[in-house]
């Protein structure tokens, strides 16, 4: 008589059938032990790092100033690493997978070669099926794990590497993020802002939180230049606030904005003995922050205190065209601070005694080094004498680290006016400082020698960038450029102004942040250069010689300017000293250049006049 065929089925219905007759064996407590042992592998293999301490942050309260991070989504919230907990090794997880794969592979290919043999063997069936069991019990539970994290992991190296020790010797390794061109359109230079908000725009805006209105204005869904028009301007300024804190925290300057008040508010003790005399009060000034700008690779937003409309809109826009084109540039040629004591001789002979006895470079190092005992951070850099008649003008230039070292140059001067009283006992100081400095005054020895910090900043716009964003042709702005700031200016006998109005956005970031607004006259000094490249682009330079800045003393200190220091990034002194006064020159060079461009537009296109008409005009006040 013919036997049935015998099916996969009738088989496994075998194999269940010999479980059962094995002695004092259950079935299920067997395959469960054996995705136990599985799921317990696993586990172990996942967390043989340590407890992993990948978490969210507690980002606060929604709508704190000090911590606005929530009004994102959860998804662009970096998880906080720490680095006294030891993390999964996930590289161990993916090696499992491979191997867990590769032998699930080839127990179906060696299934697969002589099935019917092994249909016919309980035995080897079962031990099939119970290969197959774990495999998928693996699959479910842990296959890709290690794909997803580590892929996660490897795309976020900030949050991958812990933050060294103190003890470690190896320096961390500093994240650069980049920031897209700012998509809101300037108000001064966009007809767009003549229109009323698009039609997507929220209709109930005013009803929203102010963190979920900041939240769509990070989103573009909302223009920041329309938050007056669509709130009022108290509440549009608080959004907006939330909305650049946020940016600005992506760069690791968070909470910047908590100390830059936008109400009537100041601690009058900072003041006392520090900055101002016989106070009746203070000035409010608006700060509007400008960016971001892509400066030597890094993204970086420029707060600018002023109250002449159009300015920080232009100097946006020019932000705007520079980050869309190369970024901006930026090198210091020099660094010095200078102070000139004028001294007198009974005659002229002896004036040049003193001239040609500080040449020698023996004796200068006898004045440097009575200079430097007076100081932590300064170094006399160079003695430099001039003589007219009876005088003479010791003009010495210090490095002063991270502060504008007025203060302690001149204490330096004292100190080298009294080695050369012991040299020459006849000499007289007639003034600390004899204008050959020279300090808060149009001069060409600046203009020629530098003071401070001297820097040169360049950048290069494409022509598609010229005609959609700054609204002209490379040709006409290099035109006007050379005809306006370098032959009109010659023409009109300038010191040091051969620019647009490089004067408007140095006084307006030296405001605020806390530089000495008298300075600018120097700090102004300028030539703004425009050449069309081969390419027919456009390209744009700066040269500052004499930017006199500091991050630390004078009005630093002040809560509000300290504000706009921490939003930079340069608050205090650096990590070596001078770095933060040196990135600062960088800014101020960075936003007279984004100035000089979008002014050198707007006169070029014949729309200056029109813009401040529109949007720097309001009806009298009845």
């Known amino acids: 008589m013919t036997s049935e065929p015998t099916t996969i089925g009738m088989r496994i219905d075998a194999v269940i059938a010999s479980l059962e007759s094995l002695p004092h064996s ?54 906080a690493s720490s680095s006294d907990e030891p993390q999964p090794k996930w590289h161990i997880l993916r090696l499992t997978n491979y191997i867990v794969t590769f032998g699930f592979l080839l127990s179906v290919l060696k299934f697969a070669s002589n099935a019917t043999t092994y249909l016919d063997d309980s035995t ?15 699959f ?12 996660e992991l490897e795309s976020e190296p900030m949050l991958r590497n812990p933050m060294p020790s103190a003890e470690s010797a190896v320096p961390p390794v500093k994240v650069v993020k980049m920031h897209p061109p700012a998509s809101s359109a300037p108000v001064c230079t966009d007809p767009t802002s003549f229109q009323k908000p698009p039609p997507n725009t929220p209709t109930s805006i005013k009803e929203l939180s102010n963190g979920e209105i900041a939240s769509l204005v990070l989103q573009d869904k909302v223009k920041d ?48 003995g520090a900055n101002c005399e016989i ?60 102070r000139a004591p004028c001294v007198r001789m009974p005659s002229a002979k002896e004036a040049s005694d003193v001239f040609l006895w500080i040449e020698r470079p023996e004796n200068f190092q006898k004045l440097k080094e009575v200079f430097e005992s007076t100081t932590s951070f300064g170094k006399l850099l160079e003695a430099r004498p001039s003589v007219a008649g009876k ?98 200016s010659a023409m009109a006998g300038v010191v040091g102004g051969f620019n647009a109005h490089a004067s408007n956005n140095v006084t307006a970031v030296f405001l605020a942040t806390g530089q000495d607004p008298a300075q600018n006259v120097e700090s102004a000094n300028c030539i703004t250069l425009m050449e069309e490249t081969q390419e027919g682009d456009l390209w744009i330079s700066c040269t500052m010689p004499s930017i006199e800045v500091g991050t630390v003393g004078g009005g630093t200190g002040l809560p509000a300017q300290a504000a706009c220091l921490k939003a930079i990034g340069v608050k205090g002194g650096g990590e070596n000293p001078g770095d933060n006064a040196k990135q600062l020159a960088h800014v101020v060079a960075a936003a007279t250049m984004a100035g000089e461009l979008s002014l050198m537009a707007a006169l070029a296109s014949n729309s200056l006049v029109a813009a401040h008409m529109a949007h720097n005009r309001k009806p009298a006040s009845k």
């Not at 901006?328 to 040629?333: D, T």
């Open 279 to 338: 106070v009746v009060g203070y000035i409010p000034i608006p700060v509007g922050m400008a960016g971001p700008i892509t400066l030597n690779g890094e993204s970086i937003y420029i707060p600018m205190a002023t109250t002449e409309g159009c300015l920080v809109a232009s100097t946006n826009r020019g932000c705007k065209a520079i980050t869309q084109g190369s970024g901006a540039v930026s090198s210091i040629l020099r660094d010095g601070i200078t």
């Open 225 to 272: 230049y329309q938050l007056e028009k669509l709130l009022d301007p108290h509440r549009a300024v608080e959004v907006r606030r939330l909305k650049v804190d946020v940016q600005l925290d992506s760069l690791g300057h968070g909470g910047a904005l908590a100390e830059l008040p936008h109400k009537h508010d100041l601690d009058y003790k900072r003041v006392l």
């Open 26 to 79: 259950n079935p299920e407590i067997l395959y469960a032990s054996l995705i136990g042992a599985s799921l317990l592998f696993s586990f172990l293999v996942i967390n043989s790092g340590g407890s992993s301490s990948l978490a969210l942050p507690d980002r606060g309260d929604a709508d704190s100033l000090n911590k606005p991070k929530n009004i994102i989504s959860n998804k662009t919230k970096p998880m």
């Open 124 to 138: 080897s069936l079962l031990q099939f099926l119970i290969i197959w069991s774990v495999s998928m019990c693996y």
């Open 140 to 151: 479910f539970g842990f296959f890709g794990i290690s794909f997803v994290e580590l892929d």
């Open 391 to 488: 005088n003479v003008y010791i003009r010495l230039r210090c490095f002063a680290g991270d502060a504008m070292g007025m203060n302690m140059i001149s204490k330096g001067s004292l100190a080298v006016i009294e080695c050369l009283r012991q040299v020459f006992p006849n000499l007289s100081l007639v003034a600390l400082s004899g204008n050959m400095c020279t300090d808060k005054k149009a001069a060409a020895i600046n203009w020629i020698e530098g003071r401070g910090k001297s820097v040169v900043i360049e950048a290069t716009i494409p022509k598609g960038v010229v005609r959609s964003t700054l609204k002209t042709s490379v040709p006409a702005i290099v035109e006007a450029n050379v005809n306006k700031n370098l032959i009109g």
